[in-house]
């Protein structure tokens, strides 16, 4: 066992460390009982009653049990794990303006059915929140139109932010 801390202990205390062979030498001059203990991390410690007479002992195999080793505790909150959901957000503005109350309806792509609903807040903001991986259409329409964004990929757990969708009012002539 190299690196191994063996204290003995008695009517006199010593404390050596074996060598990278795990060899270790003692030097005590008073005979008598003594325990041998042998430590090394992650391993049960082992102690021995040794007897010490005049001249030295010879100890066959000393052989530590594996302990319990000290891993560090991972929590994982399992709803991360599990979450497919993702959201899409954006802006509409006319000029530097939001556009409030806008009504933002998402469907898949292709299809004409909503998936999502929402307006826009008083600074012209919107977020879709819960949305299922897909590939989404996204019209927003307003009291002068509909301005579409096609085309929007959302993987599993992911956020999609849109670019400003910026409105423009036509203007049509009445003669």
């Given at each position: 066992?190299?690196?191994?801390?063996i204290?003995?202990?008695?009517?006199?205390?010593?404390?050596?460390?074996?060598?990278?062979?795990?060899k270790?030498v003692?030097?005590?001059?008073?005979?008598?009982?003594y325990?041998?203990?042998?430590?090394?991390?992650?391993?049960?410690?082992?102690?021995?009653?040794?007897?010490?007479?005049?001249?030295p002992i010879?100890?066959d195999?000393?052989?530590?049990?594996?302990?319990?080793?000290?891993?560090?505790?991972?929590?994982?909150?399992?709803?991360?794990?599990?979450?497919?959901?993702?959201?899409?957000?954006?802006?509409?503005?006319?000029?530097?303006?939001?556009?409030?109350?806008?009504?933002?309806?998402?469907?898949?792509?292709?299809?004409?059915?909503?998936v999502?609903?929402?307006?826009?807040?008083?600074?012209g903001?919107?977020?879709?929140?819960?949305?299922?991986?897909?590939?989404?259409?996204?019209?927003?329409?307003?009291?002068?139109?509909?301005?579409?964004?096609?085309?929007?990929?959302l993987?599993?757990?992911h956020?999609?932010?849109?670019?400003?969708?910026h409105?423009v009012?036509?203007?049509?002539?009445v003669?």
């Amino acid at each position: 066992m190299p690196d191994a801390t063996i204290t003995l202990s008695g009517s006199t205390s010593v404390v050596v460390k074996s060598d990278d062979r795990g060899k270790f030498v003692l030097s005590i001059r008073e005979p008598g009982m003594y325990k041998l203990k042998f430590e090394m991390t992650d391993f049960v410690p082992k102690t021995l009653d040794v007897t010490i007479n005049d001249g030295p002992i010879s100890l066959d195999e000393v052989v530590l049990d594996i302990g319990i080793t000290h891993c560090p505790t991972i929590v994982i909150d399992a709803s991360d794990l599990l979450r497919t959901d993702g959201s899409i957000s954006g802006a509409v503005r006319h000029g530097s303006a939001g556009v409030v109350n806008a009504l933002v309806i998402l469907q898949l792509s292709g299809e004409s059915h909503p998936v999502k609903i929402a307006y826009t807040d008083a600074n012209g903001n919107f977020q879709l929140d819960g949305v299922k991986p897909a590939l989404y259409d996204l019209a927003i329409e307003t009291g002068w139109g509909v301005a579409t964004v096609d085309s929007i990929a959302l993987q599993a757990g992911h956020k999609v932010v849109l670019p400003t969708v910026h409105l423009v009012r036509s203007a049509t002539r009445v003669r």
